[in-house]
């Protein structure tokens, strides 16, 4: 069964997202008292939106199947 394309670019973009997210928590867990937290917080923030918008496409591609199998059905 081969799978669907927009399925596996928003699990891609998720796995990526969710990545780059435990790498900037742990710069801020790691950073000294005078370290730059401001760029590791930006990328957080980049990240999380990354997440929530691959989730949208996983919600939009299963309503999308959905309505092709009531019409089909």
Do not use: H, W, Y
């Amino acid at each position: 069964m081969s799978t669907i394309p927009a399925f596996q670019s928003a699990i891609t973009g998720i796995q990526t997202g969710m990545q780059s997210l435990n790498q900037n928590a742990s710069k801020i867990a790691n950073a000294q008292s005078t370290g730059d937290l401001t760029t590791p917080l930006v990328n957080m923030l980049s990240d999380k939106l990354q997440v929530q918008a691959s989730s949208k496409v996983i919600e939009t591609s299963r309503d999308m199947i959905g309505s092709i199998l009531d019409i089909k059905v």
